[in-house]
């Protein structure tokens, strides 16, 4: 049962370019959602949430979009830099569980 | 460095034997997380610790247990280990359930 789901194995963009990075979920009882980078040999690293009460929530060059009556959210990356080649992961959690449930990650890939 | 340690970096078992996987959160985070990737997989959230009682369990076999210590650090232990539990297992740590988690580099584990 893949409750968050990242549809895209790889993405490849060119630098100075906008990366769009696509998350669907099924369980409408998350209320906050999270994107993770991860390069080889290390660990996730956390980069940016948002909460079910907003639609859009911006840290620099990273906007991550929400569409509720969608199940739909977004991160864009702009303008995408050779640094943020890595894979990203999707992730959500519902008011008061405990866990993160994880989407498969998609490798982006920026090309100079 | 997210403050999460985990050690050891790298562990190659045979089938059959057990081992113990050790996480120290970052300091002050009460919450300890552990998930398993196998290969081109997403993460699998395994089990869930808070202030030393366990909160949340997810896909974790019979043959795995863990335990977080009045120290905070918590301890995987999998058993009767198969080739098919080859793979990196994470821990990740947050201050309260619902804030984002600090993961840490991972141990790569390979049973052969």
């Known amino acids: 049962d893949q409750q968050v789901k990242q549809n895209s194995p790889s993405l490849s963009v060119q630098e100075g370019r906008i990366s769009i990075l696509n998350c669907d979920y099924t369980?409408?009882?998350?209320?906050?959602f999270l994107w993770y980078k991860k390069y080889p040999a290390e660990g996730p690293t956390f980069l940016i949430s948002i909460s079910s009460i907003k639609d859009k929530n911006e840290d620099g060059r990273f906007t991550v979009f929400l569409n509720k009556s969608a199940k739909h959210l977004s991160l864009h990356i702009v303008p995408s830099q050779p640094g943020d080649s890595a894979v990203y992961f999707c992730a959500a959690k519902g008011q008061g569980a405990q866990k993160l449930v994880f989407g498969q990650g998609t490798r982006l890939t920026i090309n100079p | 460095d997210s403050g999460v340690t985990q050690t050891p970096k790298h562990l190659i078992t045979a089938t059959g034997q057990r081992v113990t996987l050790r996480c120290s959160p970052r300091s002050g985070d009460l919450s300890v997380y552990w998930y398993q990737q196998s290969l081109d997989q997403g993460l699998q959230f395994l089990i869930q610790?808070?202030?030393?009682?366990?909160?949340a369990k997810g896909n974790i076999l019979e043959r795995f247990s863990a335990q977080q210590f009045p120290d905070l650090h918590s301890e995987l232990n999998l058993s009767s280990l198969e080739l098919g539990d080859s793979a990196l297992y994470f821990c990740a740590s947050s201050i309260q359930v619902n804030t984002e988690a600090f993961f840490g580099q991972g141990t790569r584990l390979t049973v052969v």
């Open positions: 610790y808070y202030n030393g009682e366990e909160r």
């Open positions: 369980n409408s009882m998350f209320d906050y």
